[in-house]
Structure formats: structure tokens, C-alpha cells
């Protein structure tokens, strides 16, 4: 059953929250990037950007150094506090499209590796290392693990008496997206999640499998290394971030191609009717609306796929992924890729919105042909998880996507 745990969270005060919490490093634009370090001095953007003025570039040791000494600045100058008490935090994000609701949480590293928290992606060494030097070095998390469970009455009646009342946090970030945060330190509602959780069977795994695997790490080094190791200590946790799976999202990623691996147009697709029903629908927009439809866009024309099912055998839950099924039958037999996460001749895009940046991406020539996929339902990422199975690189493209700084979770009290 699963373990959470309340923690005393690092955070910006309420007048500055706003302006401390930003998005992930990778989602801004060179422009947007100056711009938010030259006139925003809160933002936490500061801090994991070391050398920023200098554009030099520094070891990982170096910089992860600098990081720590950046946080502890903005610490000294009262900029984060640290919360007195345990306590879970309730985030609400509000998109034009979608409002997600959860619980930020410290969970158990014991769940993770017992299989309570379960995995549907495989992790790379060299990352989880990466990550886990960066954790000892700054002695801090900022980004939770996005965790999904089954729908829960029992969690969901308490989010929602705090949801009636007045947020800690609420302020609108200039992507035109609203956060709030409420802070459950009440000790019987600090027992009553912790209870309602502890009779959830398993939890899954939605977004962060490197920073999960990179905590099992540092719980290793830091336990091999301690004299009075408990299993209490903060390092035996992780910081996650819990939602209901009705409330997830899931969109796909689409596959972009350089070339038909010395096909003409006219062998490819005649390679592609052996496994498909292939319709060439021109100019029309196409995006899949059912499992094993695949939309493809080739030299000005969009065509729908539809898997023979005939054709090819379902054997278990990993079989039954669009993002398999492309691989066996096109990706890797036709056009001669390998290894998806690698081979420099296919790119990803995610499908939060419609096909036209499939067109776009051939029709400027630097693509030969596109493919966009269906979405990956909650269930089948489930089912991978259940049968200790991994989806290919690039299945899932999950929301919500958290703001870095609102909460921090420090692994040495």
C-alpha cells in the first residue's frame, strides 16, 4: 500500500511566488530566457541557470556547486522560507483547456522499489547519475514526480474542503495560466490523506522516471554512508506530485522522418500496404481518432493507415501500442530505424495540437514523410506498468507540466 508523507516544503513568500516560479529551463526561448534574468531578479531561473552573464561553460561540479550557493542566497535574503511544520500541499492548475488538481507529497523510495509505485519507461544510467550528482550537490528538489491513482473519494472530499477555501498561493504566470496552492498542516487532515492513500494498492509512475530512479540513487549512496540511518530521514522520499487518473492528460508524440531509406515514394508505399489499409485523403487534414490509425503526411498529400489486424498479432499490452505497433511495422523494417531514442533521421513532436506542423515539417523539405499517432489511454499505460513492461521512447506527452520553485523539497533537515 502506498506511503506519503507530509514534508516541510522551501517557498517563495506569498508576494513573490509569482515572480519566483518559472517554467522548466528547456521551455524558453533564448529571448524569453534573457529576458526573464535581466529584469526579473526573483526569478528561480537564477538559480539553475549559473553563468548566465559569463557564457562560459563549467564542469557539472562547478555548476551544480553554484546552483547551491545561488539557493542559499535566495534563502539568506528570505526570498524562500522553509515551512515549520509538515505539511501536504494541494495544487491547482487552471489552462484555457484543462484544470488540474492534486497533492504535492513525500513519497516513499521503499514504494518504488517494491513495485507499490510502478514504472512504464526505462531510465539511462548515465541520466539517473547525472541526476543524482545534481541532488547531492544542491541538497534540493524543486520538481515533483507526477504520480497518477485510481480516482478516490476519500482524497478527493479533502481536496476539495480546501479548495473552498482561501488559497495560500494564486497568482496568473504570463503563459495565461493560473496556479494556487493551499497548505494542509492540520494534523487530522495530515492523517486522513496519509490513511486514504495507505489503502491505495499502486500508483503509476506519469512523468519523471529519471528523477525517481536518480532518488533510489542518492537513497544508496546516503544510507551506505550514514552511520544512524533510520529509513526516516528526507532522503527516503522524493517529492511527487499526485493526481487522479481521471484528471491526467495524455497527448501523443508524432514522428518526423528525414528519408525513406533509399525508397522511392512508390516502394514505400507499397512496403506500407503489406500492414496497412492505406487511404490518400490529399489535402485534407487528418489526425487518428481510434487506436491503430496512424495519419502520414508524404510529398503534399495526407493519408490515413489503418493496421491490418489480420496481419499482425497482439502477444501482450506492449504490442497493442500505436507506438510499437509504427515501429515494428514501419520505423524499424521499412525505414531502417534502430534505435528511437538515437538515429539522428527522426524527431518528435508532441500532438497538443492539430497536424499542420507535420505538413509544415515536410513541406519546408527538412522531412520526407510524418506520421501522428493516437493518444496512449491511461488504461494501456497501466497495463505496461502491470506486465513490468517499457513503452517505446516518446509514447506519452503528459500534463500537468509544474512550474519550477513553488515548492522545494530539501533532503537534509
Known amino acids: 500500500m502506498a506511503i506519503v508523507k507530509p514534508f516541510k516544503a522551501v517557498r517563495a513568500t506569498r508576494d513573490k511566488v509569482g515572480l519566483v516560479s518559472s517554467r522548466s529551463y528547456e521551455d524558453y526561448t533564448p529571448a524569453e530566457l534573457g529576458a526573464q534574468l535581466d529584469f526579473n531578479p526573483y526569478s528561480f531561473l537564477h538559480i539553475i541557470n549559473q553563468g548566465y552573464k559569463h557564457q562560459r561553460e563549467v564542469s557539472d561540479t562547478i555548476r551544480f556547486g553554484n546552483v547551491h550557493k545561488k539557493y542559499k542566497e535566495f534563502k539568506e535574503q528570505e526570498i524562500f522560507i522553509k515551512d515549520k511544520k509538515p505539511a501536504f500541499y494541494i495544487y491547482k492548475k487552471i489552462t484555457p483547456q484543462h484544470t488540474f488538481c492534486g497533492i504535492i507529497a513525500a513519497t516513499s523510495i521503499e514504494d518504488y522499489l517494491n513495485n507499490t ?48 477555501r482561501r488559497a495560500e498561493y494564486e497568482f496568473t504566470s504570463n503563459d495565461k495560466k493560473s496556479h494556487l496552492l493551499w497548505v494542509v498542516d492540520e494534523l487530522n487532515d495530515i492523517e486522513e490523506i496519509e490513511i486514504a492513500f495507505g489503502k491505495v494498492e499502486s500508483i503509476y509512475i506519469a512523468d519523471g ?25 528526507p532522503y527516503n522520499f522524493f517529492m511527487s506530485f499526485l493526481i487522479p487518473e481521471s484528471n491526467l492528460k495524455i497527448s501523443e508524440f508524432n514522428r518526423l522522418i528525414t528519408d525513406l531509406n533509399g525508397l522511392s515514394t512508390d516502394e514505400f508505399l507499397e512496403k506500407l ?3 496497412f489499409i492505406i487511404e490518400n485523403l490529399g489535402q485534407q487534414l487528418f489526425k487518428p481518432d481510434e487506436m491503430h490509425t496512424f495519419s502520414m503526411y508524404l510529398e503534399n498529400d495526407f493519408y490515413k493507415l489503418s493496421l491490418k489486424k489480420e496481419h499482425y498479432k497482439f502477444t501482450d499490452p506492449l504490442s497493442e501500442l500505436d ?3 509504427l515501429f515494428d511495422t514501419v520505423l524499424n523494417p521499412i525505414l531502417g530505424i534502430e534505435d528511437l531514442r538515437y538515429d ?26 510524418a506520421f501522428g499517432l493516437f493518444p496512449v489511454s491511461v488504461k494501456q499505460l497501466k497495463q505496461i506498468a502491470d506486465a513490468n513492461l517499457q513503452m517505446p521512447p516518446k509514447s506519452t506527452y503528459i500534463e500537468p507540466k509544474l512550474r519550477s520553485g513553488i515548492t522545494i523539497y530539501e533532503f537534509t533537515e
Not at 510502478?118 to 543524482?132: I, P, V, Y
Not at 515533483?144 to 482524497?155: A, G, R
Open 117 to 164: 509505485i510502478k514504472k512504464h519507461e526505462g531510465t539511462l544510467h548515465k541520466r539517473e547519475e547525472l541526476f543524482e550528482n545534481y541532488l547531492k550537490a544542491t541538497g534540493f528538489n524543486t520538481e515533483p514526480v507526477l504520480l497518477t491513482y485510481p480516482d478516490n473519494d476519500e482524497i478527493q472530499s479533502i481536496i476539495q474542503k480546501y479548495e473552498s
Open 209 to 233: 522516471h529519471h528523477r525517481s530512479a536518480s532518488s533510489h540513487l542518492l537513497l544508496q549512496d546516503f544510507s551506505k554512508n550514514s552511520e544512524n540511518h533510520t529509513g526516516d530521514e
Open 273 to 275: 500496404s503489406e500492414w
Open 323 to 325: 507506438p510499437q505497433i
Open 344 to 369: 539522428t533521421r527522426i524527431s518528435y513532436f508532441n500532438g497538443k495540437n492539430d497536424g499542420v506542423h507535420l505538413k509544415n515539417g515536410v513541406d519546408t523539405g527538412e522531412y520526407k514523410v
